[in-house]
T-cell receptor
Framework: DAGVIQSPRHEVTEMGQEVTLRCKPI?????LFWYRQTMMRGLELLIY????????DSGMPEDRFSAKMPNASFSTLKIQPSEPRDSAVYFC?????????????FGDGTRLSIL | AQTVTQSQPEMSVQEAETVTLSCTYD???????LFWYKQPPSRQMILVIR??????QNATENRFSVNFQKAAKSFSLKISDSQLGDAAMYFC???????????FGQGTELSVKP
């Protein structure tokens, strides 16, 4: 089975621009997670979905960040407008059923650089 | 709030030897899960091993094993017969049984010397 697929793998853009990160979870997985990884803050959960419904978005840093999951096979994380401090690696992960007894499978991440 | 602490930012081990990575956590929950993830330079997060808090027996996966001390809230990872491919960043993580957030430690960077 294909793993979690993220695109793009790298994104470089200027501050103020809109950035859209994409994720395709593993087929059949009910949970989808967006994480951000930085040297300063480590790995942080931004938001997660269950059956396409956002469950906890308390990790979303600001209103500039938004995430959607229009169907079971696709999710986006959007930053508008982007700022240099948003530079990080963004991971998407998915899990089957309850994420406690089913491990999360991570994508390869998107390295985002905001100039 | 739950927290996960990895007190060793960096560790080094000689190839074929054994190394132990430390992790402590803080929680008021009694039922939860603990994980070790590996992140090689390729960036991909790979699950190494998982421990259910209600199980007293320590989890093992081939050369990887854990020492789970629930009372001490300690969850260390032992890598036996270290291989060059084990070089990576290792993250300890916690999630409570009711689900929610997977909380990660800051990571330990492991280097393996030939």
């Amino acid at each position: 089975d294909a793993g979690v697929i993220q695109s793009p793998r790298h994104e470089v853009t200027e501050m103020g621009q809109e950035v859209t990160l994409r994720c395709k979870p593993i087929s059949g997985h009910d949970y989808l997670f967006w994480y951000r990884q930085t040297m300063m803050r480590g790995l942080e959960l931004l938001i997660y979905f269950n059956n396409n419904v956002p469950i906890d978005d308390s990790g979303m840093p600001e209103d500039r960040f938004s995430a959607k999951m229009p169907n079971a096979s696709f999710s986006t994380l959007k930053i508008q407008p982007s700022e240099p401090r948003d530079s990080a690696v963004y991971f998407c992960a998915s899990s089957l059923a309850t994420p406690t007894n089913q491990p999360q499978h991570f994508g390869d991440g998107t390295r985002l650089s905001i100039l | 709030a739950q927290t996960v602490t990895q007190s060793q930012p960096e560790m080094s081990v000689q190839e074929a030897e054994t190394v132990t990575l430390s992790c402590t956590y803080d929680t008021s929950e009694s039922d939860y899960y603990l994980f070790w993830y590996k992140q090689p330079p390729s960036r991909q997060m790979i699950l190494v091993i998982r421990q259910e808090a209600y199980k007293q027996q320590n989890a093992t996966e081939n050369r990887f094993s854990v020492n789970f001390q629930k009372a001490a809230k300690s969850f260390s990872l032992k890598i036996s017969d270290s291989q060059l491919g084990d070089a990576a960043m290792y993250f300890c993580a916690y999630i409570r049984n009711q689900g929610g957030k997977l909380i990660f430690g800051q990571g330990t960077e492991l280097s393996v010397k030939p």
